[in-house]
Structure formats: structure tokens, C-alpha cells
């Protein structure tokens, strides 16, 4: 694997060369360029700036873009030899020879050049956008908004064009503020989770391509939400222009509290529309499951316990920083909440049971012990009479579901998978105690 590592053409070096070249050149245009000379390409941006400030915004450009590839490169001569040797010492022996060709593709840097080329791109927009360009209202020594905008800037306020240039640049400038800020929370967010992927060994281009999609619609919710707030009240807005660049970058942050807040404003205006409802039952009932990753869930498609009740272990503990025994432990805690639904956190609390491995144990040593296991479970559960007869028939319903799913020996499967509520790989009495789960909660972003 070493060697294929170090394999990359030429054109990969492309992603540090060009934006290396842009920026160099920019720089090189500031120190040395003639002065007096109106440019009518990119030349001119080194002019609009004092000298000094304008190289000193260049060097941040140019470390905010390479940070992207540099960090892939690393994690691919570093990282992926721990991640391999992680996976090879958990996963069952029967999926080792699967483990180590997904290794190989993922230990190259072609793997990641789509997505590290899509998000240098991005980035580099983005940050020529806040640090480079300067708006003005005239032809003099900054973009040239006199000219007019772009309805994406401007939206409606186009209107304001030749006939109130004051309210019309008030309004540029509002929608420039929402739309860099909304970006610079987004690649603050996007550093953040690419440092968090390095150290988890959880690096992988789908990370980049979420980090380029998420600094694309923050930036266009942030802009929109600014439409929103003044259009819904002005006075409110128009007395605090200093907190549209925070709000700006908090939903760049989240931009998904952004698209709740553009929901909530139109449904404030539209009171007819009826909202969604959904009955998936969210990840944060598992014991151990954090904000983080829940989101690193998602991002591969489990966004609920349902979907995670029936995912390959194997396949996920490859494309996540998650280990094996983890994912199995949450499989196993999914299969149970998914059979009682939102009763799960109160069964969990009272009987102290997590997952459906657990269940079963209980229920064979009360059997051994010649003792009613079901009738200690619902006295457990329930003091209510009403409730006796629905939670006794729903645990002796999932004893029979557990007695029919019989464990299978280790490896034995070809595919790696175990039966629902089965955890053969590891024994439960080896890990460490389940915490509680807490309060159910919906993922958000």
C-alpha cells in the first residue's frame, strides 16, 4: 500500500499549482506592476488595495485554499495504514480480504481528486469574494457596482437600480455581507470537521463533497434569510445592521437552523401550508451517540434507527472513523428501539437493558434459573394494569423474535452480517456499561 500512496500523475499536483499560480501572481502584480494602467481582467484587484494589506489578504488566500489537498495528502501518507490495521484487527476474518482492496483504493490520492478539486474551487471563489474584492458605488479602485448587479445579489431590490442609488447600494451591500459571512461560517464549519476526519481516521471524499455543498447553501440561505428578515420587518433589520454578519455566520454554521428559519417565516406568512410529519425514531436514543455522530451518520444515509438497524457493520466501519464493536453495539441497541419504538428510553431506564443481545441473555439465564424472566420485565416497566397486558405481549413477542434469530459463529457469514439483535463478535459483558440514553431529540445541522 506504501507505494501506491505515493503514486500521482502529474496532473494531480494541478490542485496546488494553479491557485499557488493565481495567487503568487496577484502578489507579483502588487509589488512590481506598473501603476496608472486601467486593467480590464483580474490584474486590477492588485491595484485596489494599499500594497502591504493586499499581500498580507494574499498569504491568508493561499494558506485558507491548500489547506484543502494538503490535509488529504497527509491523511493518505499517514493515516490509512492505522485505519487498515484498526479494521483487520476487529472485523471478522471472513471480510479481511475485502477490507484490504477498499484499503488500497482509498490509500491513493486519485480517490479524492474529484472531490478535493470541486472543493479548492469553491474555496477559492469564496475567499476571492471576501477578501479580495472590493464593492463600490463607482468606477474607483473597487468593483464597479455603478453597473449595476446580479438578480441573485439583488432579488427584487434590482428595481432600485438609476432610480435611488443610496437604498440600491444600501441593499448590495446588505446581500454581500449575508452571502461572505454565510460562507466563511460554512468553511469554518468545513475546517473544522476535515481536522476532526484527520484524527478519527474518518477522512474521506464524501467529507470534502459535504464541505462543498454545505459552503454553497449557506452561503445562498444566508442571502436569502437577509431577503426574508427585511422583508418581514425592516425597522428591526434597518436598526441592527451589525448583527446580519453574526446571524450571517451562524447559519453558514448551521446552515440547517437557516432552512428552519426560512420555513418558519414563510409558514408565518402562509399560515394555510401544514407541516411534515415524520415517525422515524432519531439517533440520539442510542446510548453513546453524540451530536457529531449523528451527522456522520447521516452522511452515509442513516439518518434514523430504522436505517441503522440494518446496516453491514463491516461496510460502514470502512467509510467511517466508527469501529467495528461500536457499530455493533449501536446495530444491536437499534434492533430493540426499533421494536418498541418510543418506549425504548423508559424501557432502557427502568430495566436497565440496551440493546437485544442483552435481552436475550436476560431472558436465558432467567430460563435456566427456572424463573419468569417476561413477568420481571413488565413489573419493571409498568405498575399500570392497563399497560401489563400490552408490554407482556409485546416482550413475549420479541423472545420468540430473538429465539428464531439463533447467534452464528464468528465469521461464519459470508457477508459478515449478524442476525437482527445478534452481537457475535464481541461479548457484551466485555465492553463498558451502556450510559443512558438521553432525551429524544432530532438531528440538526
Not at 133 to 153: C, E, H, R, T, W
Request: net charge neutral; hydrophobic share 45%.
Amino acid at each position: 500500500m506504501s507505494k501506491n500512496k505515493w503514486r500521482m500523475p502529474w496532473y494531480d499536483w494541478l490542485v496546488f499549482l494553479v491557485p499557488s499560480l493565481l495567487i503568487v501572481g496577484l502578489g507579483v502584480e502588487s509589488a512590481l506592476g506598473p501603476a496608472g494602467i486601467e486593467y480590464r481582467d483580474f490584474r486590477a484587484v492588485a491595484h485596489w488595495f494599499d500594497p502591504v494589506f493586499f499581500q498580507y489578504n494574499l498569504v491568508m488566500a493561499l494558506l485558507a485554499v491548500l489547506v484543502v489537498p494538503s490535509l488529504a495528502l497527509a491523511y493518505i501518507q499517514s493515516m490509512t495504514n492505522r485505519k487498515e490495521r484498526q479494521l483487520l484487527r476487529e472485523a471478522p476474518a471472513a471480510r479481511h480480504a475485502e477490507i484490504l482492496e477498499r484499503m488500497k483504493q482509498r490509500a491513493s490520492f486519485g480517490t479524492y481528486r474529484g472531490s478535493i478539486c470541486l472543493t479548492t474551487t469553491i474555496v477559492l471563489l469564496g475567499i476571492c469574494i471576501l477578501l479580495l474584492f472590493k464593492p463600490l458605488p463607482s468606477a474607483n479602485g473597487g468593483v464597479d457596482f455603478s453597473l449595476g448587479g446580479n438578480m441573485l445579489i439583488m432579488g427584487v431590490y434590482a428595481e432600485l437600480f438609476g432610480r435611488d442609488p443610496g437604498a440600491y447600494y444600501t441593499h448590495l451591500v446588505r446581500s454581500l455581507v449575508a452571502f461572505q459571512f454565510g460562507f466563511l461560517g460554512a468553511y469554518i464549519y468545513f475546517i473544522g470537521s476535515v481536522a476532526r476526519a484527520f484524527f478519527t481516521v474518518d477522512l474521506t471524499p464524501h467529507t470534502f463533497i459535504d464541505g462543498s455543498i454545505r459552503m454553497i447553501v449557506a452561503s445562498i440561505l444566508a442571502l436569502i434569510l437577509s431577503f426574508a428578515v427585511y422583508a418581514v420587518s425592516p425597522e428591526t433589520a434597518g436598526q441592527s445592521p451589525g448583527l446580519l454578519p453574526v446571524v450571517s455566520f451562524f447559519f453558514g454554521f448551521y446552515p440547517k437552523r437557516a432552512a428552519v428559519a426560512i420555513e418558519r417565516i414563510v409558514l408565518k406568512i402562509v399560515q394555510s401550508l401544514p407541516g411534515d410529519s415524520y415517525r422515524a425514531l432519531p439517533l440520539s436514543m442510542l446510548a453513546g451517540m453524540s451530536y457529531a455522530h449523528e451527522l456522520r451518520l447521516e452522511r452515509e444515509g442513516y439518518d434514523n434507527i430504522e436505517n441503522l438497524s440494518t446496516a453491514d457493520t463491516v461496510d460502514l466501519a470502512i467509510r467511517t472513523c466508527f469501529t467495528y464493536g461500536q457499530l455493533e453495539q449501536w446495530k444491536d441497541q437499534a434492533w430493540l428501539a426499533v421494536h418498541l419504538r418510543e418506549d425504548y428510553p423508559e424501557f432502557v431506564r427502568r430495566t436497565g437493558i440496551t440493546g437485544g443481545s442483552e435481552l436475550r441473555r436476560f431472558l436465558t439465564a432467567s430460563d435456566a434459573a427456572q424463573a419468569n424472566g417476561l413477568e420481571q420485565l413488565v413489573a419493571a416497566v409498568t405498575a399500570d394494569p392497563a399497560a401489563t397486558a400490552s408490554w407482556r405481549t409485546r416482550l413475549t413477542a420479541l423472545k420468540a423474535l430473538l429465539a428464531a434469530d439463533r447467534p452464528e459463529p464468528a465469521g461464519a457469514a459470508p457477508s459478515g452480517r449478524p442476525a437482527a439483535g445478534q452481537v457475535f463478535h464481541e461479548p457484551l459483558e466485555s465492553r463498558p456499561p451502556a450510559k443512558e440514553p438521553g432525551p429524544v431529540r432530532g438531528g440538526d445541522a
